[in-house]
């Protein structure tokens, strides 16, 4: 059983710090709520302990680290190598007492280097077996920021668009179509949370012809809409949430559909959830290949 006051739960809106109490079952609960993070305040108790639970934590539920005091990093310097295993979304200097409101700014924050957040991202769900498809997703990713159309991309990438397409359907990973969509999604969410500009403006940024498109192919890819990109902060959940979508609708092979599957769910209907929280690899299946 873990400590309360080292390992606690904060989600929307972000208001107070519940103590995880349940474990993994809890965990798995504030995972179906979107924008939920896991706040590990490492000086509060023997970190090693708690370690395993942090490293196991379900798909979507983002990790913001607290270390311990400088003194005590100094003498057990495995401590940076265990966070490092955990991959946090956020690492804070030590604060005695954090401040939710604080913890939400460090989760609304855009991804420092968003190709490589990503693929580490998947690497740890288990759906990226081999550098050179984690490359090509990388360059995907960089490559959605200034290009919008399959054709221009696969032009980028110096291949056809059937290679393109091949070269992720043999590995069971999402068509290239849907990758670039998701990858302009999520800049957009980043802005959507980041600034008080209307979707229609921020649509417009980003290349899409109106507000209307956004939110509608939004809907398509993650299951939900602009205004609750924008309330429920983060990336994690909206990777996470993609990733469903793409399994429930054969957009992923059959190992990393059971991979997605064993982890949280992230559905619309998950916001019902919000009160009691509160309160308390390789498949074949594929329907395209653009």
Not at 21 to 32: D, F, I, L, V
Not at 177 to 185: E, K, P, T, V
Not at 199 to 219: I, K, L, R
Request: charged share 20%; glycine share 8%; net charge positive.
């Amino acid at each position: 059983m873990t400590t309360t006051s080292q390992l606690s739960l904060l989600s929307h809106p972000y208001d107070r710090l519940v103590p995880l109490t349940g474990g993994r079952k809890e965990m798995r609960a504030a995972a179906r709520i979107p924008g939920s993070a896991l706040i590990w305040s490492m000086a509060e108790g023997n970190y090693a302990k708690t370690r395993p639970t942090v490293e196991g934590r379900p798909g979507g539920l983002a990790l913001i680290a607290i270390l311990p005091r400088t003194d005590v990093i100094v003498a057990h310097p495995d401590v940076i190598h265990s966070v490092q295993q955990c991959r946090p979304n956020g690492l804070l200097p030590y604060h005695a007492a954090p401040v939710p409101g604080d913890l939400a700014q460090v989760l609304r924050r855009p991804a420092s280097d968003l190709p490589a957040d990503i693929t580490d991202y998947l690497t740890w769900r288990g759906l990226i077996v081999d550098r050179e498809t984690t490359h090509l997703i990388r360059r995907i990713i960089e490559l959605s920021a200034e290009l919008h159309s399959i054709t221009s991309l696969a032009r980028g990438l110096y291949m056809s668009r059937r290679a393109l397409g091949r070269r992720l359907r043999t590995r069971g990973l999402p068509v290239p179509s849907h990758w670039l969509q998701l990858s302009r999604m999520l800049r957009l969410a980043s802005r959507l949370q980041n600034s008080d500009a209307s979707v229609f403006t921020t649509a417009y940024e980003f290349g899409y012809p109106d507000g209307f498109s956004v939110s509608n192919q939004m809907y398509r890819l993650i299951g939900y809409r602009p205004s609750h990109v924008r309330e429920y902060l983060g990336w994690e959940w909206i990777l996470e949430a993609w990733l469903r979508k793409e399994a429930e609708t054969g957009g992923l092979g059959i190992i990393a559909t059971q991979e997605i599957r064993e982890g949280a769910k992230s559905t619309p209907a998950s916001l019902d959830v919000l009160p009691t929280l509160r309160r308390g690899r390789v498949g074949n299946r594929r329907r395209s290949v653009a």
